[in-house]
């Protein structure tokens, strides 16, 4: 007998998180094109992530961000919160990355 990943929300709604997984990974596969930077995807990843949690019920969105903050490349409030606090210096670009060597030319 096969297990399922469906899970009850406690508000009567049954929440696929199999099919949450496969939509984490079909969202990596719309991000458009980040060039070699890491950081610039993730932050594309979470954001689509997020918007789509937005339009979730609270109860369900809940355990989608649970599944999603599994994910490698979503990035929690608290990497957030670390990453601003490690762009606070005048030698780091808007993208999170040294200014000189930002592919986006940032440095000049």
Not at 48 to 53: C, F, G, I, M
Not at 78 to 86: C, F, L, Q, Y
Request: glycine share 8%; hydrophobic share 35%.
């Amino acid at each position: 007998m096969s297990q399922t990943h469906d899970s009850m929300d406690g508000q009567g709604s049954i929440f696929d998180e199999n099919g949450w997984t496969a939509r984490l990974s079909e969202i990596k596969g719309e991000i458009p094109s980040c060039g070699q930077v890491y950081e610039l995807f993730a932050q594309r990843f979470t954001a689509a992530v997020n918007a789509e949690l937005w339009a979730m019920p609270e109860h369900i969105a809940e355990r989608a961000r649970a599944i999603a903050e599994l994910d490698p490349d979503y990035f929690t409030a608290e990497d957030n919160a670390r990453d601003d606090d490690d762009d606070d210096s005048a030698e780091t670009c808007p993208h999170g990355l040294d200014i000189w060597t930002c592919p986006a030319g940032c440095g000049g």
